[in-house]
C-alpha cells in the first residue's frame, strides 16, 4: 500500500474498499496497479491516500521465487542472487521494519 499515487503505474480506480489502521480507523482505498523497481515487480499495490508509509508485504515479495527476505535481529534484508535491493532496520517504538531503501527505477 502506498499514499504516493506517482509509484503506481497502470493504476485502475477502486470503490467500496476499505482498509483498517492499527489503531481501528479505517481509510479507503481509490486504486491499485503495480509499482515497479530496478529488479522487482510488486502487482497489486493498492493507493490509499493520506497513507503515511508505504507498506511492503513479506508475503508478497516472496511470491518472486529469485526473492529472498531474510529477518533477524534488527534487521531485515531483502535480496535477489545475493544482491542486496533493499534493507530494512527494526524501529524499537513500534516494532516496525522501516525500509531505508529499495531501488526505484528511474523514469
Known amino acids: 500500500m502506498t499514499g504516493d499515487p506517482t509509484l503506481i503505474s497502470d493504476m485502475l480506480p477502486v470503490s467500496n474498499q476499505i482498509v483498517q489502521e492499527g489503531d481501528g480507523a479505517g481509510m479507503q482505498v481509490r486504486g491499485r496497479g503495480s509499482v515497479k523497481t530496478e529488479t522487482v515487480l510488486l502487482p497489486d499495490v493498492w493507493y490509499v491516500p493520506g497513507l503515511e508509509w508505504n507498506l511492503v508485504s513479506v508475503g508478497q515479495l516472496t511470491e518472486d521465487p529469485d526473492l529472498s527476505v531474510q529477518m533477524g535481529g534488527v ?28 531501488k526505484i527505477e528511474q523514469n
Do not use: E, M, Q, T
Not at 535480496?79 to 529499495?102: I, M, N, Q
Open 75 to 102: 534487521i531485515c534484508r531483502i535480496s535477489r542472487h545475493g544482491s542486496v535491493l533493499g534493507r530494512a532496520p527494526l524501529r524499537r517504538s513500534d516494532r516496525k521494519y522501516v525500509v531505508d531503501f529499495l
